[in-house]
């Protein structure tokens, strides 16, 4: 498809793959990301072909020693929340989800909660989507994990105020998604 066919908004359909050893998410994580990749404009998908939903233990040993060097400081990629794998000899670009680790960082009772579960895994996938976005689309001279940031907090809040739209007078009070999209910016890597 060339680049005049991908701006006339044809459709984008990104493949959402699930790759977990031995872990079973006890949420619908698939179809949580399906909503949140469903309510972004088109504009933004384009060029991405996959997310992956994983776990920590399916990552490969060499990648799982792989270090990532964000805002000064190193991560192992086992302990990351997502990764953003840009386009490469040829391959689309891709997101890497790490759902036991999203899932950690929030209490088990608060996953039963949709609108939670929505801003958790909203907060890292809209987070990878700004590394995309900021690569491919609107590049801006600033550091890169900001960027992700401020976009994240634009495609999160885009979307909270679509699908939970009868919830938005409660949403101005000190509310658990505030806490939990403020906990989740804390924990990101």
Known sequence: MSDNDQNQGNGCKIDIVESYRNYTPPIPVRATVERLVARMPDKYKWGLKTIVLTDSASISKSAGRGKLISRGTTYV??????MYIQKWKGEPAWIR????NIL????????RIPLVRDAALGSILYHEFGHHIHKTKKPEFKEKEGVADKW???LLV?????????????????TPVRW?????RRTEQ
């Open 77 to 82: 990629q086992r302990e990351c929340l997502g």
């Open 97 to 100: 989800l790490v759902v036991d």
């Open 104 to 111: 950690n960082e929030i209490p088990w009772y608060a996953t």
């Open 152 to 154: 994240s907090d634009k």
């Open 158 to 174: 885009a979307y909270l105020r679509k699908q939970y739209w009868y919830l938005m007078p409660i949403a101005y009070l000190r």
């Open 180 to 184: 939990s999209i403020a906990r989740f």
